[in-house]
């Protein structure tokens, strides 16, 4: 299993403004995710963190806008850039167990940080 | 990646069994079926997992028939706390990305 802390938990934002949220996982992973949750909506993802190497950004995000940084196996950011009020979120930061059930990965979460932009 | 269906919401009562189907007519061959479940203001938790035919834990049983392009999460008697989204999700580990549907959000009403 894995125990994940993000900081912060809630956060209330100026328009144009960034706002890094921290993950912090408590053992070692190869892969952190992080995703997004709009209000009443599913899970989005945002993008893959490696250790040591960029992070992978699905369709529809950028480096520019999210910039993440991984720089060990148990620490990770999420950067939400010149904000506007519909980056107003849940962001989620996410680690795979793969000793997990056996066959595939058991995914753990964080308790999200809930973005408001005014 | 294996696309899923599943019903937007379905109500119970408590003290009810809810069964809860997800489709997933192109499942791989090496694909295992995973539902989570997601309540308000906390991220997702793991319920089951399964490859074929029963998987039971705790929590809920998991019913996957022999072609694999469905299968049924099983929550037995209900309660109010129950009360949640549920996501059906196809695929595998190794650092295979994760992909969510849109989910199930279950009602238990008293």
């Known amino acids: 299993s894995a125990v994940i802390s993000q900081k912060p938990s809630r956060d209330i934002c100026q328009r144009g403004t960034s706002l890094t949220i921290q993950c912090q996982v408590d053992?070692?992973?190869?892969?952190m995710f992080w995703y997004r949750q709009q209000p009443g909506q599913s899970l989005t993802l945002i993008a893959t963190?490696?250790?040591?190497?960029?992070?992978?950004?699905e369709s529809g995000f950028v480096i520019d806008k999210f910039p993440i940084s991984r720089p060990n196996l148990t620490f990770s950011t999420l950067t939400v850039s010149n904000m506007s009020p519909e980056d107003s979120s849940i962001y989620l930061c996410s680690v795979e167990d793969p000793g997990g059930a056996g066959g595939t990965g058991e995914l753990f979460f964080g308790e999200g940080s809930r973005l408001t932009v005014l | 990646l294996a696309k899923t269906t599943q019903p937007i919401s379905m109500d119970s009562y408590e003290g009810q069994e809810v069964n809860i189907t997800c489709s997933h007519n192109?499942?791989?061959?090496?694909?295992?079926i995973t539902w989570y479940q997601q309540f308000p203001s906390q991220g997702p938790r793991f319920i089951i997992q399964g490859y074929k035919t029963k998987v039971t834990n705790e929590v809920a049983s998991l019913f996957i028939p022999a072609d694999r392009k469905s299968s049924t999460l099983s929550l037995p008697r209900v309660s109010l706390s129950d009360t949640a989204v549920y996501y059906c999700l196809v695929g595998v580990s190794g650092g295979f990305k994760t992909i969510f549907g849109a989910g199930t959000r279950l009602f238990v009403k008293a």
């Open positions: 963190a490696n250790q040591g190497s960029e992070a992978t950004y």
């Open positions: 192109n499942i791989a061959t090496n694909d295992y």
């Open positions: 053992s070692q992973v190869t892969m």
